[in-house]
């Protein structure tokens, strides 16, 4: 058992670190590891595995990542051409559609009336923007992971996050987000450094394709994502069924099956998207209104 201290419940990227810490364990020979998020103190906790063989999966899985066909289709999300995208749902393997379904989906034009006009949506996790794509962000930050991959990893996962990591922000992490043009003399939003923890972007990354693009766009309010915690061992199988399922059911029956239901609101500075820090369920108002926000992020 392996107590991941590094990781906040009410922080989007620990928590998506936390599923794609599973995932990746999962995929790489670890399929015994199971996750939950222990109550009452809600310390995200990895079972059937050690430090050590879970530290050489995660660094097995990292070499040549960037060279994987996910990460070079294209440099962001939105130069993927909507031919090219129904090309490979028809042909590519069932790993690569995950990560298809993860990014994209296709939908009516909104105002069309000509029949049958679709266009590519992108997921709701995608908050880059101007000259910074999801893509070559991720493919960058993998060799500066590797390059001090215990020392990062252990930030990661075993905390403090110290954001110190100069690496374009995917803008899951509420702490990484730029301060320009929110406070006095500090740089505008692309002009400022970035700061991040990239072992948790990583891994954060890695769980996208728990949360195909169409099921995000059709699940919660507008402009939040929603997800359920497991408050008791799971695995990846388990998991993936109940971030699918879960929104839908009653807060009674995912307290009943040990699991609880969060919000994470989508907010903007300037043309970057940011995640807000995740409410619990039971703090929304009876008209499905979050009952707290942080003044800065509104």
């Known amino acids: 058992m392996i107590e991941l201290t590094g990781l906040s419940i009410t922080n989007p990227q620990a928590v998506m670190a936390s599923f794609g810490l599973l995932r990746v364990l999962a995929q790489n020979g670890q399929p015994q590891a199971r996750l939950e998020w222990r109550e009452p103190d809600r310390v995200a906790v990895i079972h059937g595995i050690d430090w050590d063989v879970l530290l050489e999966t995660l660094n097995a899985a990292i070499q040549q990542r960037e060279q994987a066909p996910e990460l070079n289709w294209a440099d962001s999300i939105k130069e993927y051409p909507r031919k090219q995208y129904r090309e490979q749902m028809q042909t590519c393997p069932p790993e690569q559609r995950q990560w298809l379904e993860a990014f994209w989906f296709e939908q009516h034009q909104k105002g069309k009336t000509e029949k049958g006009k679709t266009e590519l949506t992108e997921t709701k996790f995608k908050m880059t923007a101007a000259k910074q794509g999801l893509f070559s962000a991720v493919r960058k930050l993998i060799p500066k992971l590797r390059k001090?991959?215990?020392?990062?990893?252990?930030?990661?996962?075993?905390?403090?996050?110290?954001?110190?990591?100069?690496?374009?922000?995917?803008?899951?992490?509420?702490?990484?987000?730029?301060?320009?043009?929110?406070?006095?003399?500090?740089?505008?939003?692309?002009?400022?450094?970035?700061?991040?923890?990239?072992?948790?972007?990583?891994?954060?990354?890695?769980?996208?394709?728990?949360?195909?693009?169409?099921?995000?766009?059709?699940?919660?309010h507008y402009g939040e994502i929603e997800w359920v915690v497991p408050h008791c061992p799971v695995g990846l199988a388990g998991l993936r069924q109940?971030?699918?399922?879960?929104?839908?059911?009653?807060?009674?029956?995912?307290?009943?099956?040990?699991?609880?239901?969060?919000?994470?609101?989508?907010?903007?500075?300037?043309?970057?998207?940011?995640?807000?820090p995740a409410i619990e369920s039971s703090q929304r108002s009876p008209d499905g209104a979050v009952l707290r926000r942080n003044p800065v992020w509104t």
């Open 148 to 220: 001090h991959f215990k020392e990062k990893m252990g930030e990661a996962l075993l905390g403090p996050w110290l954001n110190e990591d100069n690496a374009v922000t995917l803008g899951w992490d509420p702490g990484a987000m730029k301060a320009g043009a929110t406070y006095a003399g500090e740089k505008s939003p692309s002009d400022a450094k970035h700061i991040t923890v990239i072992g948790a972007m990583w891994l954060a990354f890695e769980a996208l394709p728990l949360f195909p693009a169409r099921w995000l766009a059709e699940t919660g």
């Open 242 to 276: 109940m971030l699918l399922a879960g929104c839908k059911l009653a807060a009674s029956e995912l307290e009943a099956q040990g699991w609880s239901r969060w919000s994470v609101a989508i907010s903007h500075n300037g043309s970057f998207g940011c995640l807000q």
